[in-house]
């Protein structure tokens, strides 16, 4: 079975992945990883879109928390521009395993509603998460506190803030994008984590352990 966890960035999807390949015998593969293969294979004029994204983290830092605060539409347009090249790659790779009859849980941005369409014939399961709630602030400094490899230590408070509210923004694109195409969506705002790893789990037909 092909299992899809899709939302946001920073939001958490990582670790409910890790935490469901400890109870269960599945695999877990990120978007981004697969999107970095693309990157060293793929140059900017072969597929501009996938580093638009790229071009984002090129800005000085005002900028960009200028652009998170006031026009974060533009941000997620280009998630979503970066997602559809990425996702090329991906349905590759869930063909691929469907047919080599293995179970995985596939994870990232890279995974939207809009693209479900193009699994149709491939048995699969998916969820979204997001959180819309105004603590997410706090969530992405207390994940990057704890991560020494995490490069958002090093990103100031005013930084944090404006990626939480971009956050929140496009968790409301997600979570009317799945209204839209008939997927469920999980709010993690006011939830404790471990409940959203065994919602998510329900939803994938994992079962609670």
Do not use: C
Not at 31 to 60: Q, W, Y
Not at 103 to 129: C, K, N, T, Y
Not at 173 to 182: A, D, L, V
């Amino acid at each position: 079975m092909i299992f899809l966890l899709g939302g946001p960035p920073r939001i958490g999807k990582s670790i409910i992945s890790s935490e469901i390949r400890q109870k269960f015998a599945v695999s877990v593969v990120s978007t981004d990883t697969l999107g970095a293969v693309l990157e060293n294979v793929l140059g900017p004029e072969a597929a501009p879109d996938l580093f638009i994204f790229g071009k984002f983290h090129e800005m000085p830092m005002a900028e960009r928390v200028k652009l998170m605060m006031k026009d974060p539409a533009e941000l997620i347009d280009y998630v979503r521009k970066e997602s559809y090249v990425v996702w090329k790659a991906v349905e590759v790779f869930i063909r691929r395993e469907n047919n080599e009859g293995r179970d995985i849980l596939i994870e990232g941005v890279a995974i939207l509603p809009e693209l479900m369409s193009q699994l149709e014939d491939i048995p699969h399961r998916v969820v979204f998460i997001g959180n819309q709630g105004g603590n997410h602030k706090e969530n992405i400094k207390k994940s990057a506190e704890e991560n020494e490899y995490d490069w958002m230590r090093d990103v100031s408070d005013q930084y944090i803030g404006a990626f939480a509210m971009f956050v929140k923004r496009m968790s409301g694109y997600i979570e009317q994008e799945t209204k839209k195409y008939g997927f469920k969506y999980i709010e993690m705002d006011k939830k404790q984590f471990g409940d959203v790893t065994e919602e998510v789990m329900k939803s994938l037909g994992l079962g609670a352990s």
